[in-house]
C-alpha cells in the first residue's frame, strides 16, 4: 500500500527508552549483579592465603668434561632450546626432588602437607617407605613449576605454599642441589682421563727420544744438512739440502722450458711457411703481447677489408656495379691488399729467427743437465730413506706434543670450571599473597554479572513472566555453584605469547561486496563488452574499406631498404606526390596498395633500387571527418572511412561511459538543424529497427546522457545510478543496484520522493513485501529518491548480543589461559 502524504520522521528507540527498561527490572539487575559479588566475596575471605617465590638462572653451555677430544656444542639458538629444555627435565626430576626433601625435612613440615604424618605415622627418613616417597615426590612436583622464558636461554622455578619462608627456601635449596651434582660429576670425569693419560704420555717421551737420536746419527754418515723453515700455516719444519739435488731440479726445468719453446718456435715457422702468417699469430696470444710481430697493425688491415667487403656486398643487392660507391670501396681493397702481402713477409722472417735462438738455447741446457745428473743420484737414495724416518719422528713428535698440553689444561681448569648455569636470581620470600587477589576477583565478577543481568533484563522483555523468573532462578542457582566451587584466576599475562593479554575487536562478518562488480544498468542475456560496445548490434559484416586518395590528403611513404626515404607528403592538386628517388609519381585516386606499387615501378625505371619494398599509408583524409560528442569516453574528431557505421565510430571513442544512455541523435553537414534519433539495442536481437545507421562524411552524433535515480539511507551502498529512459526501471531493481539493505533497515517504513511541477511528492513503500513478491513493484523515474531508514531497536539489540558474546569468550578465554600457566 501506499499513498501520498507529507514528509514525517520514523519512530525509532532510544537510549532513554532502554534505561528506562532496566528501571522497570532494577530489582532483578541488583539481585544478578549483588548476589555474585557476594559470592565472590566470601569465597576470597574464606580461601587460604597461597605464597609462590620465584627464581630465574641461565644456561651457560659447557662441556662435562675439561679434557673431552669432542667438539664444542654448537652455540645456535636453536641448540640452546633443546638445551634448556634438557635442563628443566634435570630440575624436574625425583633425584633433585627427593634430595630437597631430605635436606628440608619436608615430610615434617605441616605447611607442605598436613595429611602425610597422619597417613603415614611411621615413616623413616633413612629407609623410606616407596609408597611414602611416591606420595612425597608427586606433592612436591604439584607444587613446582619449571618453565622456560620466551626467546631467551633462561628457566624461571616457582614453588608455591601456605607458608611464604618455606617456598624460597624449597627454590634455593633445588638450585644448589643441582650445582652440587653437576659439580661432583665434572670432578669425576676429569680425575679418569688424566689417570689414563698419564700412562701413555710416558711411553710416548721415551718413543720420541729414540727417533730424535736415529735421525743424527743418519744425517752424520751420508752428510745431510737440514735447514729449519717456517710454513704457509705457521708451523716450523726441517728441509734437506744437498747442493746436487737442487741444481738438478733447476736444470730439469729449464730443459723442459727451452724444449717447449724450441717446439712451439719451430711448429709456428712451419705452420706460416706452410700457410697463413697472420692465422698463426691469430692462434697464439703469448706472441700477441710481446708486440714484436706487429699484429696490431695486421688487425686494422684486416678489419678494415672486411668492413669495405661487407659494405660492398650489401650495395650490389640493390645497386648497380658502376654506382659511385661501389667504385671508390674496389679501389680501397686493392691498395689494402697490397699492404697486407708486405707485412706478411715481415712477419715469416720474425718466426724463423724465433725459432734458431730457441733450438740453440735448448743445447746448451741439455749438455748441462748431463753432467749434474750423475752426481744426484747417489743423493738420492739416502734421501727417500730420511724422509721415511723424519715423517714416523714428527707423527710421535706431534702427539706427545698434544698430551702434555692437555695435561697442562687439565691441571688448571679441573678446579676453575664453573657451573652449566648463571643464577640471575635467587628466591626471595614473598610479601603478598599469589591468591586470592580480591580486587581483581570483584572487578572480573563485576563485568560479568553487568552483562548477564543485562541480557536477562532484554529477555526479560520479549518472553513471559513466568519463563524469566525461572531463567533469572537457574542462572542465579549457577553463578552460586560456581563461585563456590572454583577460583577466580588472577589476571597475570607474564610468560603469556604476544597477543593473548589483548582482545581483538570483533570485525563485521557480512560479505562486503566489490566496488567493481556493481551491476549494469541495462539489463542483457548476453552481457556487454568493455566500454559499453555490445556484441552482435547489427555490426558491418566485412571489413570497412578505405577511400580513394584524392587531392590534400595527407600520406606516409617509406621505403624498407633506404631509411632516407621516409617522410610524410601531401597529394597535389593534380594529384601527384614529389618523392625523392622517385620524382614525381601519380597517386590521385589510388588506394594505398595500389599507390605503393606504383612508386616501386618508378624507382626501378629510374635505375635507383633493383627491388624496392613501398609502404604508403593515409594519415589523414581532407575533408572526411566525422564527429562524435556527449558521454562517450574519448570525444572528438575522427577520420571518415567507407561504409563507416555509428557502432564504428563509438568504438573509435574507446566507447559509452558509465552514465550514457540509449539515445542518439545524428546531424549531417548539408543539414545542421535536421537532428536524426537513433536507440540503440542492448541486445542484438531487434531487426525491425535499424540500431546502426552508416554515417556520411562531417556527420555530428551526439550521445545523451542516462537518467539518475538516488537510494540513500541504510543500504550497503548508497549513491546515485544511472536508469536507462527509454527501459522501465523498477523500486527493487534500484534496491538491488544499491546491494540490497543492510542488516539494521527498517524495510516497512521505506519512502520513495518525488519531484512533481515544482512540489515533492512522498509514497510510503514495504519493501519487505515487495522483495518477497507479496506487493507489485513500483516503477521508479528520473531523479527520484528512494530512503531506506534504519531500526534503532535492531541496531541496538544486535550490538549488544554481539558485545555479550565477544566480552564473555574474550573473559573465558583469558582466565582459561592464566589459569593453565598458574596451575
Known sequence: MSQSRASRQPSSTSIHELWLTIRRHRKMFALIVGSSLVACLIYCMVASNVYEATARVALRGSTLSVLTHEPATSGSFASGQVQLETLASVFRSDQLG?????????????????????????????????????????????????????????????????????????VNALIE?????????????????????????????????????????????????NIPETLANGQRTDVEHAAQLGEIDVLSRELVTATTDRIVSEAEYRSAVAGDPELVLASNPRLQATGNFMSALLVQLRTRRSDLEQEQAQLRIEHGPNFPRVVEIRSQIEDLDSQIKAEDAKLLERFRSSWRTASDREQLVRKSLRDATDTGLKMNEAALKYAVMRQEANANHDMYVRVSQQMEEAGLAAGSQGSEISIIDYARQPVEAYSPDLLVDMAITLFVSLWMALAVVLLSESLSLRIAQAAVLIL?????????????????????????ARIPQST??????????????????????????????NAPSTVPMAALIAPGDLLEVSEAHSPDMRGSVRVSETGTVTLTLAGDVEVGGMGETTAAHAIERALIDRGML?????????????????????????????????????????????????????????????????????????????????????????????????????????????GGFPVDPVQTTTVVQALSLAWGPAQNA??????????????????TLNLKRMLRGLD????????????????????????????????????????????????
Request: hydrophobic content about 40%; overall charge positive.
Open 610 to 718: 633493383l627491388h624496392p619494398q613501398v609502404t604508403v599509408l593515409v594519415r589523414a583524409y581532407a575533408g572526411q571527418d566525422v564527429s562524435i560528442l556527449g558521454e562517450v569516453a574519448r570525444p572528438g574528431i575522427y577520420t571518415y572511412t567507407v561504409h563507416h557505421c555509428l557502432l564504428d565510430l563509438i568504438s573509435m571513442a574507446s566507447g559509452l561511459t558509465a552514465n550514457a544512455g540509449r539515445l542518439v541523435t545524428i546531424a549531417h553537414r548539408n543539414e545542421p538543424k535536421t537532428f536524426l534519433p537513433v536507440v540503440l539495442d542492448p541486445t542484438g536481437g531487434d531487426t525491425s529497427t535499424n540500431h546502426n545507421p552508416e554515417l556520411l562524411p562531417g556527420d555530428t552524433v551526439q550521445v545523451s546522457r542516462a537518467g539518475l535515480v538516488y537510494v540513500v539511507g541504510d543500504v550497503v551502498r548508497p
Open 746 to 763: 527498517a524495510l516497512t517504513k521505506g519512502m520513495l520522493i518525488r519531484e512533481q511541477q515544482g512540489s515533492r511528492t512522498i509514497t
Open 177 to 225: 642441589a643441582f650445582c652440587r651434582q653437576d659439580e661432583n660429576a665434572r670432578k669425576q670425569a676429569t680425575q679418569d682421563a688424566t689417570t689414563w693419560l698419564t700412562t701413555q704420555l710416558v711411553a710416548l717421551k721415551t718413543r720420541t727420544d729414540d727417533d730424535d737420536r736415529k735421525l743424527t746419527d743418519f744425517q752424520r754418515q751420508h752428510g745431510m744438512l
Open 476 to 500: 542465579l542457582v549457577a553463578i552460586t555453584v560456581g563461585m563456590s566451587r572454583a577460583q577466580a584466576p588472577t589476571p597475570s599475562t607474564s610468560g603469556l605469547p604476544t597477543g593473548v
Open 98 to 170: 627427593w634430595d630437597v626433601i631430605s635436606r628440608l625435612k619436608l615430610y615434617a613440615v605441616p605447611e607442605f602437607n598436613n595429611s602425610f604424618k597422619r597417613k603415614y605415622p611411621s615413616f623413616n627418613a633413612t629407609q623410606p617407605d616407596p609408597e611414602a616417597r611416591a606420595f612425597l615426590l608427586d606433592e612436591f612436583q604439584r607444587k613446582l613449576t619449571v618453565q622456560t622464558i620466551p626467546r631467551t636461554l633462561v628457566l624461571q622455578i616457582r614453588f608455591r605454599s601456605q607458608d611464604a619462608a618455606l617456598s624460597a627456601a624449597v
Open 776 to 823: 507489485p513493484d513500483i516503477p521508479i523515474r528520473d531523479r527520484d529518491i528512494l530512503f531506506v531508514p534504519d531500526s534503532m531497536a535492531k541496531n541496538l539489540l544486535n550490538r549488544t548480543i554481539e558485545s555479550a558474546i565477544q566480552s564473555a569468550v574474550g573473559v573465558s578465554i583469558y582466565a582459561g589461559m592464566v589459569y593453565s600457566q598458574r596451575f
Open 508 to 537: 563485521e562478518t557480512r560479505s562486503q561486496p566489490n566496488a567493481k562488480d556493481a551491476p549494469s544498468v541495462w539489463e542483457s542475456p548476453q552481457g556487454t563488452t568493455l566500454a559499453g560496445v555490445l556484441p552482435g548490434a
